[in-house]
């Protein structure tokens, strides 16, 4: 591998890694307020107010939803920056970065809708695969809407399982009495 292009992956793997100690300071940020809302929600329920129990269990849910999707990206740029780690080591750069490629373009859909700012950062970083795959003369594919390679789909399929775990032992369940009248 030339050394300019092993430079600019232990440059795209720090970006990386910044990121994804963004996702998990608002996976922390949102499990504490999920569990505020769960708390609201009981009282309200306590106090007798069906009404403003449903709207903080409603809310504890789209939170939950969000955390999902953070915990999930969280959790492919984790297998990301490992698998670009690797190319570094191992020097599979052609399979490395094109898998890598694909998972980007994955996360950036759900990840923009909740946090904007971060799906930028993470479409920078995916340009910047992007150039490295280009100057190593690497094929990227049909821009959008190219299916994942095999090892991208794994990485995806493994993302998303285990932030469906981490969120139900992460997050309490709402109420109950919220629950069944639903």
Same mark, same amino acid.
């Given at each position: +591998?030339?050394?300019?292009?092993? !430079?600019?992956?232990q440059k795209?793997i720090?970006?990386?890694s910044? !990121?994804?100690?963004?996702?998990?300071?608002?996976e922390a940020? +949102? &499990?504490?307020?999920e569990?505020?809302?769960?708390s609201?929600?009981?009282?309200?329920l306590?106090? =007798?107010?069906q009404?403003?129990?449903k709207?903080f269990a409603?809310?504890a849910a !789209?939170?939950?939803?969000?955390?999902?999707?953070?915990f999930?990206t969280?959790i492919a740029?984790?297998?990301?920056?490992?698998?670009?780690?690797?190319?570094?080591?191992?020097?599979?750069?052609?399979?490395?970065? =094109?898998s890598?490629? =694909?998972?980007?373009?994955k996360v950036m859909?759900p990840l923009?809708?909740?946090m904007?700012e971060?799906s930028?950062?993470?479409?920078?970083?995916?340009e &910047?695969v992007?150039s490295?795959?280009s100057?190593?003369?690497?094929a990227?594919? $049909? +821009?959008?809407g190219?299916?994942l390679? &095999?090892?991208?789909?794994?990485? +995806?399929k493994?993302a &998303?399982a285990?932030?469906?775990?981490?969120?139900?032992e992460?997050? $309490?369940?709402?109420?109950?009495?919220l629950?069944?009248?639903?």
């Amino acid at each position: +591998m030339r050394e300019h292009l092993r !430079e600019k992956l232990q440059k795209v793997i720090i970006r990386l890694s910044t !990121e994804i100690n963004k996702l998990k300071r608002e996976e922390a940020t +949102m &499990e504490v307020r999920e569990k505020e809302l769960i708390s609201k929600a009981t009282d309200a329920l306590s106090s =007798g107010d069906q009404e403003k129990a449903k709207i903080f269990a409603n809310e504890a849910a !789209e939170v939950k939803k969000s955390a999902k999707v953070i915990f999930s990206t969280e959790i492919a740029l984790e297998r990301v920056a490992l698998r670009l780690e690797t190319t570094l080591d191992v020097g599979d750069f052609a399979a490395s970065l =094109g898998s890598s490629f =694909g998972v980007l373009k994955k996360v950036m859909g759900p990840l923009s809708e909740i946090m904007p700012e971060a799906s930028q950062e993470i479409s920078s970083i995916e340009e &910047e695969v992007n150039s490295i795959m280009s100057e190593a003369e690497i094929a990227t594919g $049909p +821009m959008t809407g190219a299916p994942l390679s &095999e090892d991208a789909e794994s990485i +995806m399929k493994e993302a &998303e399982a285990l932030a469906e775990s981490r969120v139900k032992e992460g997050f $309490p369940e709402p109420p109950a009495q919220l629950t069944a009248k639903k």
